[in-house]
């Protein structure tokens, strides 16, 4: 089969390699009709996730079509339509009984295209397929489904869920890329009063307000203020995130009311400052985390529903064997306006 195959940093290639097989009996091997490039896909070829070793197949997000499966596979079968989820997770240990997948220590809890092979590819082996892929609604497309394997569950668990948005709020997502996004879209599932998203470009808060922000603030004119005029100076219940770098995250800290909820999502690459002289006082939660996609079922039916159109962050679409092409677009986004890419 053809494959996007990582070679080290700044290295990669849309190359021949060896078809996947089955290496246990409860594993899948799923046809890729849809996979995207994401910013974690950036980040390895960069060289800032080490461990993901020369020879790896990149890619965690894809839907597609079960041609094999293990003997001990229950829940799909060949011919079946799958969303594959981006961590492949034993389902039975400790942590998976708790629904949190990526912490899996029953031999899973692997990120696809890191420590094992991914979906940007013709074919992917998926391990634990029972609790790994899940069949798509018939009525969901590709497009729709294929972002719910990552930025989907990711801004809904680790912003949403984990900040506790609920009716009423006033919700500040700060970072409006994907992932911030994402937050958006199933935030407004919730009811909230409003949602306020910051974001360094422009581009980025017209998306958002297409996403569903009610109101949008560039983050270099003054964010806090706004949020302080729309809440009669008490700050945001909700604070999310969604960008990975200090400034944010200080930023949620003061934007907050006090009792409010601080969700980070960002994946922080230096030391972080808490300002607990100052937060103490307010009673702000703050919460952390990596997805688990324990929300990846729900989100289907609500996809299935008509109440979560994902597709609408799809801004290119390429065939498989165009991968360079997509990840050039995709790494080039200020210039080529891109959001989510999708090959298939
Ligand atoms: P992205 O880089 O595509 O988007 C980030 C957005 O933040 C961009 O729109 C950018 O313009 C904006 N931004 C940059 N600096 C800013 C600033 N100072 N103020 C306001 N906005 C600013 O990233 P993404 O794919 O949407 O991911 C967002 C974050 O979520 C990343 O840190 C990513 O690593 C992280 N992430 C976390 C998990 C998890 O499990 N917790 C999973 C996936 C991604
Ligand atoms: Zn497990």
Redesign the pocket.
């Known amino acids: 089969m053809r494959a996007y195959v990582f070679h080290g940093p700044g290295e990669a290639a849309w190359e021949e390699t060896a078809d996947p097989v089955l290496s246990d009996s409860t594993d899948a091997i799923v046809r890729v009709d849809a996979v995207t490039v ?3 896909d950036l980040h390895i070829l960069k060289g800032d996730v080490p461990e993901v070793r020369p020879g790896t197949v990149l890619g965690h997000e894809a839907v597609g079509e079960v041609v094999e499966t293990g003997r001990d596979v229950r829940s799909v079968r060949p011919g079946d339509r799958v969303l594959i989820s981006c961590i492949s997770a034993c389902g039975r240990c400790r942590y998976c009984r708790e629904a949190m997948y990526g912490q899996c220590r029953g031999g899973g809890g692997w990120v696809l295209g890191h420590l094992i092979d991914g979906t940007q590819a013709e074919y992917v082996r998926v391990p634990h397929a029972d609790f790994s892929v899940h069949p798509l609604p018939a009525n969901v497309t590709d497009q729709d489904a294929v972002l719910l394997a ?2 989907f569950p ?1 801004g809904y668990e ?1 912003g949403v869920l984990n900040g506790r948005v609920r009716p009423g709020d006033t919700v500040v997502v ?7 996004l994402a937050a958006i879209a199933t935030a407004r599932l919730l009811a909230p009063e409003r949602i306020v998203a ?4 422009t581009a ?1 808060l017209d998306a958002a307000r297409k996403a569903g922000a009610d109101a949008v603030a560039a ?1 270099q004119e003054s964010p806090e203020q706004l949020v302080a005029d729309l809440t009669e100076g008490l700050g945001a219940d909700v604070a999310i995130e ?4 200090p ?2 995250f200080e930023m949620c800290t003061r934007m907050v009311r006090p009792g409010g909820r601080v969700a980070n ?3 922080h690459g230096k030391p972080v400052t808490l300002h607990l002289e100052d937060l103490w006082i307010k009673n702000v939660t703050i919460t952390t ?3 688990d996609t324990h929300s990846t079922p729900t989100l289907l039916r609500m996809a299935a529903a008509g109440r979560l159109p994902a597709a609408g962050l799809v801004t290119h679409t390429f065939p498989l064997d165009r991968m360079q092409e997509a990840y050039d677009v995709f790494a080039r ?1 200020a210039d080529t306006g891109a959001l989510k890419v999708v090959l298939g």
């Open positions: 994401c910013g974690t990552d930025i990711t680790v700060v970072g409006a890329g994907p992932v911030g910051v974001d360094v470009a980025r983050a969604a960008v990975g770098v400034e944010t999502v960002g994946v985390g990596l997805v986004a």
